[in-house]
């Protein structure tokens, strides 16, 4: 099976602009995850869907968000970039969400800088 | 942020010798957790898990301990290879409807040739 793929790999933004990026997750995953990755922060949980429903959204402002199609591939948007957004943003799928015995397997993320 | 990622502790190995990387973990009710790898450029790749009733799983050179009274969980990795060098990170599911999963700070694994 093909892995999560992301789309792209690589942006460069300038603040008060927006972006979307893209996950398609492994074929028959219906849950997918979005996580932001900072040096100072780590790895930090943004939200989940699952057929086309967010169960769950981290500690993150409104201008992040997201959705899922029936397809299950996902999009996340960030509006009105701040500096503080440059980050590696990683997609991770599995067949039914996060839970005991579900493992989550990451894309190779997105690198997003905001000048 | 609840992944505390201030501080990035190093191991450095001799090519050839075990490593063991740790992990406290935050959560007495977490029941499922994850070590991943990370290399450069890449997202985390999953390695092994272990569920809560176990307190050790063996993979292919690898073998996670965990120690639920001190909630503690490691990874063990037999004579580590060059291309064993990555950050490493242990996550963990709480085990309800939350559908996420809180990793550790990580660990960056160097293996000296």
């Known amino acids: 099976k093909a892995g999560v793929t992301q789309t792209p790999r690589y942006l460069i933004k300038t603040r008060g602009q927006q972006v979307t990026l893209s996950c398609s997750p492994i074929?028959?995953?219906?849950?997918v995850s979005w996580y932001q990755q900072t040096p100072g922060q780590g790895l930090q949980f943004l939200f989940e869907?699952?057929?086309?429903?967010?169960?769950n959204k981290g500690n993150f402002p409104g201008r992040f968000s997201g959705r899922q199609f029936s397809n299950s591939r996902s999009e996340m948007n960030v509006s009105t970039l701040e500096l503080g957004d440059s980050a590696l943003y990683l997609c991770?799928?599995?067949?039914?969400?996060?839970?005991?015995?579900?493992?989550?397997?990451f894309g190779p993320g997105t690198r997003l800088l905001v000048l | 942020g609840e992944s505390v990622g201030l501080h990035l502790p190093t191991l450095s190995v001799q090519e050839g010798d075990n490593s063991i990387i740790n992990c406290a973990y935050s959560?007495?009710?977490?029941?499922?957790f994850i070590w991943y790898k990370q290399e450069s450029g890449k997202g985390p790749q999953f390695i092994i898990d272990i569920r809560s009733n176990m307190d050790k799983r063996q993979g292919q050179r690898v073998t996670v301990l965990l120690n639920k009274t001190v909630k503690h969980l490691s990874l063990q990795i037999a004579a580590t290879q060059p291309g064993d060098s990555a950050v490493y990170f242990c996550a963990e599911n709480l085990g309800d409807s939350s559908y996420k999963l809180i990793f550790g700070s990580g660990t960056r694994l160097l293996v000296r040739p």
């Open positions: 991770a799928s599995s067949p039914r969400g996060a839970t005991t015995g579900e493992t989550q397997y």
């Open positions: 959560n007495s009710a977490s029941d499922y």
């Open positions: 869907y699952f057929s086309e429903t967010q169960r």
């Open positions: 074929s028959g995953h219906r849950s």
